[in-house]
C-alpha cells in the first residue's frame, strides 16, 4: 500500500525504483518543456518571483503543458479503485513542476496548478504532490554543513532565498506553513535538523497570531520566527520585490544578535567586531553583511525592529544600530 502524505511512518523513505525511473523521465520531459516555446509563460512567470535561469536549472523545475493521466502500474504503484469503482491513475496536471530530492533519490514531484477564478473561489488547491510521492523536506542538499537554517513556507521562497542568500544560511522548506508542521516530522529528519544551531522559520501578519498549534516553536527551542514586512502586499518572501524589499537584506537584519559570552576580536580593518564562536561559520565580512546596502540613509524602517536608527560603514552603507550596535575602533 502506498503511503499517504499524511502516513507520517514513511516519509524518511524514498518511493520504489520504478516510480522514480517514471518520475525522472517525467521531471526531465518537464524541464524541456520550460526552456522551449511551449514554456515561456510559465518562465515569464517563475522570472516575475526574482527567479534567476540558474537557480530553475539547479532545482530542475519544468513545465508540463498538458494534463495527463497514467496507469498506476507504469509508476510501480499497487492497483487501486476510485470511489467510482474504476480504476485510479496516477493524475497529471498542467502546471510548474517541482521535483524533490533525498539523499540523490527523487522523493516527490509537486505540481503547482494554474487554476481558474472560479477554481480558486472555490478554494481549489494549487499545488499537488503526484501519486506516490513521499515528501519530507525541499533542499536537503542545502543543509549540508551548516549551523543555521531558514525553513521557508513554499518552494518558491526557498530557492529564491537560496539564490540570494545561500553562501551563509541553509535553506529548505516544508512545503508548507511552519505552523502546520507536525513533532514527528523532526524525529524522521533527525540527521539535517540536529547538527543546526538555529532555525528560522518565517512569520507573516495575514493570518490569525493566535493560531499557533503544531507550529515548529513548540518542539525545539532552536527554532525562531522572524516577521515578514507588516504590509498588505507581502505574505511570501518573493513579493518583497512589490514593496521594494531585499530578501537578503530581510533576513541579514533577522539574523539573530550575537551572545554577549565572546571576546572582542580585532580584524585588520581597524575595527572591533564581536563574534559568536557558533556563528564563525557566517564569515561576516563588513562590506557585505548585516547591512542595508543602499549607499544613501534608508527611507523604510528596519525589517527586525521597526526602528529608524542606523549608523554608517565605512564604505557608506548603512546598518541597523539597534539589531547590530556600532562597534568598537580600535585605537593603533
Known amino acids: 500500500m502506498i503511503a499517504k502524505l499524511n502516513d507520517r511512518t514513511k516519509l524518511s523513505n524514498i518511493p520504489n525504483d520504478k516510480w522514480q525511473s517514471i518520475g525522472n523521465e517525467f521531471v526531465k520531459r518537464c524541464e524541456t518543456f520550460l526552456w522551449g516555446k511551449t514554456g515561456l509563460k510559465a518562465l515569464k512567470y517563475l ?13 530542475h ?7 495527463g493521466f497514467e496507469p498506476l502500474e507504469r509508476w510501480g504503484l499497487p492497483a487501486e479503485v476510485n470511489k467510482k469503482g474504476n480504476p485510479s491513475k496516477v493524475w497529471l496536471p498542467r502546471g510548474i513542476v517541482i521535483p ?10 509537486k505540481i503547482h496548478k494554474y487554476l481558474t477564478q472560479e477554481q480558486k473561489s472555490k478554494g481549489e488547491q494549487s499545488e499537488y504532490f503526484v501519486k506516490g510521492s513521499l515528501p519530507g523536506f525541499f533542499g536537503t542538499e542545502n543543509l549540508q554543513d551548516v549551523l543555521i537554517a531558514f ?26 506553513p511552519a505552523k502546520n508542521v507536525s513533532a514527528p516530522h523532526w524525529g524522521e529528519w533527525a540527521k539535517y535538523l540536529l547538527p543546526l544551531t ?28 522572524i516577521d515578514l514586512p507588516n504590509v498588505p502586499k507581502v505574505k511570501f518572501i518573493t513579493d518583497l520585490r512589490k514593496v521594494d524589499g531585499n ?57 527586525s525592529c521597526k526602528g529608524d536608527k542606523f549608523w554608517q560603514r565605512p564604505d ?7 539589531c547590530h550596535p556600532q562597534p568598537m575602533v580600535v585605537e593603533k
Open 47 to 59: 522570472h516575475s518571483l526574482g527567479l534567476k535561469d540558474e537557480t530553475l536549472r539547479k532545482y
Open 61 to 67: 523545475l519544468g513545465f508540463n503543458p498538458v494534463e
Open 100 to 109: 524533490w530530492y533525498f539523499e540523490n533519490g527523487l522523493s516527490a514531484i
Open 151 to 176: 525553513f521557508s513556507d513554499n518552494e518558491f521562497d526557498a530557492m529564491l532565498l537560496d539564490q540570494e542568500a545561500g553562501n551563509f544560511v541553509g535553506v529548505a522548506s516544508f512545503g508548507k
Open 198 to 225: 538555529e532555525i528560522l522559520v518565517p512569520e507573516n501578519h495575514v493570518e490569525e497570531k493566535i493560531i499557533q498549534t503544531d507550529s515548529l516553536p513548540n518542539y525545539s527551542g532552536r527554532v525562531r520566527r
Open 247 to 303: 530578501p537578503r537584506e530581510w533576513l541579514l537584519q533577522n539574523m539573530k544578535p550575537v551572545s554577549p559570552d565572546v571576546t572582542n576580536q580585532p580584524i585588520d580593518d581597524g575595527l572591533t567586531r564581536n563574534i559568536n564562536p557558533m556563528q564563525e561559520w557566517i564569515k561576516i565580512d563588513f562590506n557585505e553583511h548585516r547591512m542595508i546596502d543602499p549607499t544613501i540613509l534608508p527611507k523604510t524602517p528596519c525589517y
Open 316 to 322: 557608506g552603507g548603512w546598518v541597523c544600530g539597534t
